[in-house]
Structure formats: C-alpha cells, structure tokens
C-alpha cells in the first residue's frame, strides 16, 4: 500500500508538471544569460551539419540534435537524421529527448543546495547514510525493516556524488540487464529494489580511495532527500532546479509516458547492425533510473542548462567550490569529477547513455555546447568510440570546427593544465570491502561513466 501511494502521488505530480509545461513557452533559449545571441557564422555552421550528419551514418544512429553558444554570443542549432524509424518523422530541435544521467547534476543541485545555510542546512556533505537510514525507512515505498550492507552505514553524502564509495553499479547484474531489456515486459521499481541488487556485491574498494561511476549511489540520494524534506525527488528538483531556470520543456517523468512532441529512442536489440531491425524502446518505465537518469528536455533548454550549470548559478560560490573540487577517476579522458560535475580537460558538464538515447553537455570559457541522440552504436560499429558515445563524438569532432581547444589523448598532461587535483589515488584498489554473509562472486567490471 506505501509503494501505490507513492506512485499515485507521483502520477499526480506529472500531470500538475504537465499542465506547467502546457502553459509555458515552446522554447527556454531567451533564458540563457546572455542578451547577445547572434547567429553562428553559416559556414561554420554548415561544418557542424556535416559533422552531425557523418557521425550518425558512421555509426548508424537514428537522429541528432545539436546546440552551441560561443562565448561571443553566436548561437546555433542543428538536427540531423530521423526521429521516428517507422513514421520516417525528420528529427527537429524541438523534439523531447531523455538525457539520462546528465539527471544526476539535477539532483546534486539539489542536494547541494540542502547543505546550505539559506535552505536551512538540511544536509551535510559529511553525514553518513547510517545516519539517515532510520528516516529513509519511512518512505512509503521502503519496508520497515529495510536496511543496507553495515559496512556501507558510514558511506558520506559526498562519497555517493563524487562516486567514490566502491558501490558496484546495479545495472551490472545479469538479473536486472533481463529486465531493463525488454520494454515489452515494463517493471516499476522502487528505489530500495535496485540498491538491494548492488547489495549482493562486494565494495569495489575502500571508500574515498578511489572512483567508480555508480547509479546506485544516486538512488541513496534520491532517497536521503525524500527522507530529509519529506518531499518526492521530482518534486524537488521541479522547485529547486526545473522552475528556477525557466526550463519550460523539462520534465522529471513519473511513467513511460513523457511529453510531446518526443523522438523515439532505438536499441540495436539484435546486434546486427541495420538500423531499419532496431527496437523501439522509448516507452521504459523511468523508474529504472529514477533519481540517477530519468529526466527528458529538448536542447534549446539542455544548451542553456549547460551554462547555468557550469557557472553555479543556484549555488551559493562557496558551495559551487565545494562542487568543482575534482577526484581523479579511472576513466579517461575524464580528469576530474566533482559533486555530480564532471570535468573533460577544461570542459565542464556531464554525459548520459541510457537505452535508446545518449546526450552530453559541455561548458568552457564561456564556450557552451550540448548535443543528443536517439540511439546507441551497434557493437561491430561503435570501435574506438569514447565511453561508447555518438553524442560525445559529435561534441569531440566539433571542436576544431569552433576553434576550441581539443580533447586529447594525454590525460595526465590534462589533468596539470586544467588544475585537476591529483592528491587521491586514481587506481582501483585491489581489496574488496565484503557485506556480512556476502558469498555472491563478482565477475571482472571495467569502471565507465556515462551509463544512464
């Protein structure tokens, strides 16, 4: 009965979302900060079309769309592709798209925005979730007697958002992958069920020693601030991030179905390759990602995001230099990784790959650019792609058309000439941090960011 109230109160917020967004604009681009908008020089341009256009035919994608704001005011958006394999339906700009976990800098904010003495000092980077625990049992959704792992009692708040607690990912499981593939079977899950999954693994390493990207951690926080604030997460970020930023075409989705108009999201199911046999899975539950991927906009508001995220905007500075202060991960070319921030040589911002649709924000000197796709790269195809990612390709490739500095190969070099503090270890440690009773064999994970 706890979990259908939570969903019932959650049904009744999308559609109060729903009518909000009804009565905004169709575009959030005049929001942006910056009063000097001027249109990208064409030839320019035509570049960045080209690019779009070439990526997604290398490494057969449905559709693109892509947005860019230099420093000096010039903007431009572009589409490429199809947004509907069976309608044939052109991808436009104005066209909903998911963004996966791009959705964890939505709920850093807000969580971040919870430490600070102005909204109260709700929260504290410093607090445990064994701290919390007692009031996450609360939820509606969590059973009384729920509870996790006791050597994961003294994970911080700040552990869960930079990813370094060692919490294996739960979509890693072979249990859970059979459910998230097959749209045609949707499950609804609550929270505490996808943080059970990574409760069967071992930590990966003891914590704050080392980094590895995992959605579950964001799960935890989702539930610390529904415990905290008495207050759902979408709602949360609704008031805290979504409204604040006039992003008109934002939505937190509570079901499958998620505002129109939207581009289809496509999965190479069969992993042969042809996009005309790629399967439509659009229609997924969001719960699967919940507070770690589920958010959808189009990319006039994910381009303006992009800056307001970069600069703090809703952040107090100090608390912004909380956010920016970098853990080296595994995993380049990403440098640094802050409180749901990432950092790519210089380049501010976030990538996301959830089923059926990968994006990326970027934010440098003032330079802004966002790009998403409906689809992932068939394995025989995607080759040297980094983290696996259409949408960071397009982004990589359109850098020397902008005049922007590269992203480069040498990650140590980049990570002394963006300031990158080096003081943690980056190595996964070899030791693993076992729950009581914990039997379950791990097999060999590769740390990735970017999954949802």
Known sequence: ????????????????????????CSSSSSSSGNNNDQPLNPAISAQLQKVMDTVIAEYRIPGAVMGVRL?????????????????HIDMTTNLIGKIGSVSKTFEATVVLQLTEA??????????????????????????????????????????LLNHTTGIIEYNYDPDFRDNYYLPAVPHVWAPYQLVDISAKYPLKFQPGTAWLYSNTGYILLGMIVEAATGVSIETQVQQRVIGPLWLYNTTFPVSPQFPEPHAQGYHDQNN?????????????????????????????????????????????????????????????????????????????????????????????????????????????????LTFNSVAHEIFKRSLP????????????????ATGVNNTATSQVVDQTIAPSSQTTVLRQLTPEYGQF
């Not at 431009?76 to 309608?87: C, P, R, V, Y």
């Not at 905007?313 to 956010?323: A, W």
């Not at 590269?406 to 140590?412: E, H, L, Q, R, V």
């Open 401 to 416: 058309i902008l005049s922007l500095p590269p992203i480069t190969s040498d990650t140590a070099a980049s990570q002394q």
């Open 118 to 159: 102005r909204n109260g000092s709700i929260l504290n980077l410093n607090q445990t979730l064994g701290q919390w625990m007692p009031a996450i049992r609360t939820l509606p959704d969590v059973p009384d007697n729920w509870q996790v792992p006791a050597n994961w009692e003294a994970l911080t708040l700040r552990q």
């Open 1 to 24: 009965m706890k979990r259908l109230n939570r969903w019932a109160n959650r049904v009744g917020l999308f559609l109060c979302l729903g009518l909000l967004i009804l009565a905004g």
């Open 272 to 384: 042969n390759g042809f996009l005309e046999s790629f399967e439509n899975v659009t229609a997924l539950d969001p719960s699967y990602s919940w507070a770690a991927g589920a958010i959808v906009m189009d990319i006039h508001d994910f381009l303006n995001y992009s800056i307001f995220l970069a600069r703090g905007d809703l952040l107090e500075p100090q608390t912004q230099v909380q956010r920016t202060t970098w853990f080296p991960p595994a995993s380049p070319p990403l440098t640094g990784y802050g409180l749901g921030l990432s950092n790519e040589q210089g380049y501010i911002g976030h990538i996301g790959d959830i089923l059926g649709y990968q994006a990326i924000i970027t934010y440098r000197d003032g330079n802004a650019i966002a790009v998403m796709v409906n689809g992932e790269p068939p394995e025989q195809v995607s080759g040297d």
């Open 71 to 87: 420093a000096d005011g010039a903007t431009w958006f572009g589409s490429s592709g199809t947004a509907s394999l069976s309608n």
